[in-house]
């Protein structure tokens, strides 16, 4: 159980161009969704916090016009990268959070790695 | 504010040896959680454990076990007899309840590389 998938795994565009990265949460509804952005050899950095039908909530320092972030069911957060420039380029990772009994734990999507040419 | 540090950036063993990786943590909070995730070269997060704040039981899984101290700050990890498979990063992270409208936000601490030679 507590099975969460991203969409794609990895993903090269040209400078300019927008790239939508899905996270899907596959055997459980998904009150929260969380964004990461993660540097080489560097810990999770948190992009933003999503519930599922409001606005993301977005960290100090990261653009909301730039990572466009919906939330747009229980199991499905979408991160759209805007107008995306080779200092985008990163591992994406995305994490969810249910009720019941895993309400305190966010599990987590195999990431996207997105490079920017 | 939150903090999780783990002060060791890379561990490498042999197969078979024992190894601990540290985690200690501040917050002010009384009711919180911590966590162990590992992180494999494919860039995953697999969740380990949970812990909460008033439980400190040690819990083993198999090799794993856990040693959470209070009075100490510390939530460390064990492996025992380390196989090559367990090779990764370790990630240490720490989490408020919900009170407050925290949403449960991780902080993660550095992470511990651990590389097991055969």
């Known amino acids: 159980g507590a099975v969460v998938s991203q969409h794609p795994s990895r993903v090269i565009c040209k400078s300019g161009t927008s790239v939508k990265i899905e996270c899907r949460s596959l055997?459980?509804?998904?009150?929260?969704m969380f964004w990461y952005r993660q540097f080489p050899k560097q810990s999770l950095m948190l992009m933003a916090t999503?519930?599922?039908?409001?606005?993301?909530?977005?960290e100090q320092g990261v653009e909301k016009d730039k990572f466009l972030i919906n939330h747009a069911s229980l199991t499905l957060s979408t991160l759209t990268v805007t107008s995306a420039h080779p200092e985008d380029s990163s591992f994406y990772i995305c994490?969810?959070?249910?009720?019941?009994?895993?309400?305190?734990?966010?599990?987590f999507g195999p990431g996207t790695r997105l490079t920017v040419l | 504010a939150q903090k999780v540090t783990q002060a060791q950036t890379e561990i490498s063993v042999v197969e078979k040896e024992d190894v601990t990786l540290d985690c200690v943590y501040e917050?002010?909070?009384?009711?919180?959680?911590l966590f162990w995730y590992k992180q494999p070269p494919s860039g995953e997060l697999v969740f380990l454990i949970r812990?909460?704040?008033?439980?400190?039981q040690n819990e083993i899984s198999g090799r794993y076990s856990w040693n959470f101290q209070k009075s100490t700050s510390s939530f460390n990890f064990t492996i025992t007899a380390s196989q090559v498979v367990d090779s990764a990063v370790y990630f240490c992270?720490?989490?408020?309840?919900?009170?407050?409208?925290?949403?449960?936000?991780?902080?993660f601490g550095k992470g511990t590389l651990l590389t097991v030679n055969p």
């Open positions: 994490s969810a959070r249910g009720g019941g009994w895993i309400v305190d734990t966010q599990y």
């Open positions: 055997d459980f509804q998904a009150t929260t």
């Open positions: 999503s519930n599922e039908g409001s606005k993301a909530t977005y």
């Open positions: 917050t002010r909070d009384t009711t919180y959680y």
């Open positions: 812990r909460n704040s008033f439980d400190e």
């Open positions: 992270a720490l989490s408020e309840a919900e009170s407050g409208g925290s949403n449960y936000k991780l902080t």
